[in-house]
C-alpha cells in the first residue's frame, strides 16, 4: 500500500493474529485493519476454534475463511496462516498441540529484535497451549485478549467460555497481558449505514467485508444483532498497539476464573492491563482510511 510517510524500522513491531475468523463478522475487520498498517511486521494468522455451539470443525472454518481474506487483498495478504487447537484445553496441564501453538513458540524464541505482540480475537486456546509446551516464552511477547467479562465480578462471555482453563492458565502466567473486556470491547459500535458508506466502497476486500456481516445479520434472527448496528469488537488489538491509551486501564491482580466465568480475587502479586476504555474514533478512522487508501493504491497499479 502506498503511503506518504514510513514508520521508522525501530518502531515497528512483529504482530501474530490468532482468530476465530469464522465465529461471525467482525475479526475480518480487525485482520484487513492489522494487514494494512505499516507499523505492524505481520507474522501469520493462526485460525482459532470457537466452540461446538454451531459446527464441529470451527476450527477448520476459520482457517478457510481465513485464507479467503487473504486472498481478496493483494500482496500485503501474503502471511502464514497455521491451523490452531481444534478444540478447548481438556484441564490446566494438558496442552492442545497444534503448528498454531508451535508458531507462537517459534516466533516468541526468535532472535529478531522486535518487539512480539500476539492477539487473540477468540478463546486462549493456543496461547495457553504454547505455554504448557515451553514456559521459557512467557516473558518474550506481549498478548493482547480481546475476552472476559466486566471488572470486577465478570460474567458470562464467548470468548472466555470457549476455554476456561485456557484463561486460568494465562493469567497464573507471568506473561504479559493486556484484557479488553466485554464492556470495553462492546463499546466499539458502527451502524451498517456507516459502514456501507465507509467500507463498502473500497475495493473487493471493502465489498466483502460489509456484504459478509450484512448476510450474517440477515441469517441470525434471534435478536442479534439488532438489525442496523454492530460491535467491531476485536478492532481494538489495532488501535492499542498503535496507541496503548496510558491513561485508560489499570493494572489489576490477574484473578481466577470459575466455571460460570465469575472472577475470584484471590492474589496481589501478578497483575494484568485491563483497559476500562478505547478511543473508538481514533480506531475506525484509521481503519477507514486505510482502506481508502489501499483501494486508491490497486486502482493506480
Given at each position: 500500500m502506498a503511503l506518504s510517510f514510513q514508520v521508522p524500522e525501530r518502531k515497528r513491531v512483529r504482530l501474530l493474529i490468532n482468530s476465530d475468523v469464522k465465529n461471525e463478522a467482525d475479526d475480518q475487520y480487525a485482520i484487513v485493519h492489522a494487514l494494512l498498517t505499516p507499523m505492524f511486521i505481520n507474522k501469520g494468522i493462526i485460525a482459532a476454534h470457537f466452540g461446538t455451539w454451531r459446527t464441529?470443525?470451527?476450527?477448520?472454518?476459520?482457517?478457510?475463511?481465513?485464507?479467503?481474506?487473504?486472498?481478496?487483498?493483494?500482496?500485503?495478504?501474503?502471511?502464514?496462516?497455521?491451523?490452531?487447537?481444534?478444540?478447548?484445553?481438556?484441564?490446566?496441564?494438558?496442552?492442545?498441540?497444534?503448528?498454531?501453538?508451535?508458531?507462537?513458540?517459534?516466533?516468541?524464541?526468535?532472535?529478531d529484535p522486535q518487539r512480539l505482540f500476539i492477539v487473540f480475537l477468540g478463546p486462549l486456546t493456543d496461547l495457553a497451549s504454547a505455554y504448557l509446551m515451553e514456559p521459557r516464552i512467557e516473558e518474550k511477547l506481549t498478548v493482547i485478549w480481546i475476552g472476559g467479562g466486566p471488572y470486577p465480578n465478570g460474567n458470562w462471555e464467548?470468548?472466555?467460555?470457549?476455554?476456561?482453563?485456557?484463561?486460568?492458565?494465562?493469567?497464573?502466567?507471568?506473561?504479559?497481558?493486556?484484557?479488553?473486556?466485554?464492556?470495553?470491547?462492546?463499546?466499539?459500535?458502527?451502524?451498517?449505514?456507516?459502514?456501507?458508506?465507509?467500507?463498502?466502497?473500497?475495493?473487493?476486500?471493502?465489498?466483502?467485508?460489509f456484504e459478509q456481516l450484512v448476510r450474517f445479520n440477515d441469517e441470525n434472527a434471534d435478536g442479534w444483532p439488532r438489525g442496523e448496528s454492530w460491535s467491531l469488537g476485536d478492532s481494538p488489538i489495532v488501535s492499542l498497539i498503535l496507541d496503548d491509551q496510558a491513561f485508560d486501564y489499570d493494572m489489576r491482580p490477574a484473578p481466577r476464573i470459575t466455571d460460570d466465568m465469575r472472577y475470584i480475587h484471590y492474589q496481589d502479586e501478578r497483575k494484568i492491563r485491563v483497559y476500562r476504555q478505547v478511543d473508538t474514533r481514533f480506531l475506525l478512522e484509521d481503519m477507514y482510511a486505510k482502506l481508502e487508501l489501499f483501494a486508491i493504491s490497486q486502482e493506480t497499479r
Open positions: 464441529t470443525e470451527s476450527m477448520e472454518e476459520s482457517y478457510a475463511e481465513a485464507k479467503y481474506v487473504l486472498s481478496l487483498i493483494g500482496d500485503v495478504g501474503n502471511v502464514p496462516v497455521y491451523k490452531g487447537a481444534p478444540r478447548a484445553l481438556p484441564d490446566e496441564k494438558t496442552p492442545v498441540v497444534s503448528e498454531g501453538a508451535e508458531a507462537i513458540i517459534r516466533e516468541a524464541l526468535s532472535d464467548f470468548n472466555l467460555n470457549n476455554d476456561i482453563h485456557a484463561a486460568n492458565v494465562v493469567f497464573k502466567s507471568r506473561i504479559p497481558l493486556w484484557q479488553v473486556p466485554q464492556n470495553v470491547y462492546a463499546s466499539v459500535r458502527v451502524s451498517l449505514a456507516e459502514l456501507e458508506r465507509r467500507v463498502k466502497p473500497h475495493g473487493e476486500i471493502g465489498k466483502y467485508l
